[in-house]
């Protein structure tokens, strides 16, 4: 008799969980049917965040709360870009990782409840051990960059 209710249980256990796995809806991957992407603009960085003079813009991406992601690329070296925002922000920044390189300077505080992410400058090094640095796909270019500089500005308020 308990060998017939163990297998009775596996049975309804198994038979409920094919039931929710045969509601399930499949989802479409992300910008699929939408067509082509819209050609994205630089972003206005005249609120204060300071760029450097040879970095181009890649792209924007939706960081949440109001907040947005702006990348850049250069083919400066990762010392010289760090050089560049510890002279212009007055702030020397700190170093999130070793290996990839990865320098961060805040633009302000950090409040959860309106921020998704801190405004900041982050630098990042694409050509840590020997990689060919971050390639970037426009359309049917792509270019490579040594350096990635994301920039976060606080929500607009």
Avoid at 10 to 24: K, L, S, Y
Avoid at 74 to 83: L, M, N, R, S
Avoid at 102 to 112: I, K, P, S, V, W
Avoid at 122 to 138: F, I, M
């Amino acid at each position: 008799m308990t060998r017939f209710i163990a297998w009775g249980c596996a049975t309804v256990c198994v038979v409920a969980g094919e039931a929710r796995m045969g509601a399930q809806v499949p989802v479409p991957f992300p910008g699929a049917g939408r067509g082509a992407a819209p050609v994205q603009t630089a972003p206005d960085l005249s609120a204060g965040v300071p760029l450097y003079p040879a970095a181009q813009f890649l792209e924007t991406f939706d960081a949440g709360k109001g907040q947005q992601y702006h990348l850049y690329g250069t083919d400066a070296p990762f010392g010289e870009i760090v050089t560049y925002y510890k002279t212009t922000l007055k702030n020397s920044g700190r170093v999130i990782f070793q290996g990839p390189l990865m320098h961060q300077f805040d633009l302000g505080r950090f409040q959860e409840d309106t921020m998704a992410y801190p405004p900041s400058v982050v630098v990042k090094d694409y050509t840590w051990n020997g990689q060919a640095g971050y390639l970037h796909v426009s359309g049917t270019t792509s270019t490579r960059y040594k350096t990635i500089i994301q920039i976060v500005k606080p929500p607009e308020r």
